[in-house]
């Protein structure tokens, strides 16, 4: 078996899906908050659509093409442990909203336009996101047991290139 090392080379796309004041402060206008959870107690009901709307906004597919066609090969994504439910302690910042956050899952998007073409919705404590191995899908394991998502496309190695195909991810 043949061992090929890659070079990793890489961004942070912070304050994407974790609001960080000191990157986004116009988020924080007018608002006490200071942090994601301070800002989603602060809004209360009002949080998800606001939140949506920056995710929707702040990094793009144009973006993630910037990044690869400068030979960046790597890109981290901060997240915030309450994407996976609501379960999660009570802290005195939340005031009454004792679950202030946006309901987790995982979200399946499309390359091209990073639109939502499904979803993983769960509420276990414990979800990990793998790749397969073979460029095309992903093992989301949870407590319960393990689903494979369908990326919808791959490469095939053919002589000195590659060729891509793409189907309906699911």
């Known amino acids: ?18 609001l960080e004041k ?7 206008e007018g608002l006490e908050a ?3 959870t301070t800002w989603c107690a602060e ?17 793009t597919r144009e973006d ?12 981290r994504i901060p997240i915030g442990h309450w994407i996976f439910g609501s379960d999660y302690p009570y802290h005195p910042k939340y005031g009454a909203n004792c679950h202030p956050f946006v309901d987790g899952g995982i979200a ?13 919705a769960t509420t276990d404590r414990f ?24 990326a919808g496309t791959w490469g095939e190695a053919h002589g000195n290139h590659t060729h891509y195909f793409n189907a309906t991810p699911c």
């Open 43 to 59: 809004l209360g009901p009002a949080a998800t659509e606001r939140l949506r709307r920056h995710w929707d906004r702040f990094v």
């Open 108 to 120: 399946v998007l499309d390359a091209g336009s990073l639109e939502t073409v499904g979803a993983v």
């Open 22 to 28: 000191w990157m986004v402060p116009s988020l924080f």
């Open 1 to 18: 078996m043949e061992t090929t090392r890659t070079k990793l080379r890489g961004v942070n796309l912070g304050s994407w899906l974790l």
């Open 127 to 150: 979800v990990r996101l793998n790749a397969a191995g073979d460029g095309r899908h992903a093992l989301v394991s949870t407590t319960g047991g393990f689903q494979v998502l369908d």
């Open 64 to 75: 993630f093409a910037w990044i690869a066609a400068r030979g960046l090969n790597a890109v």
């Open 34 to 36: 200071t942090d994601e």
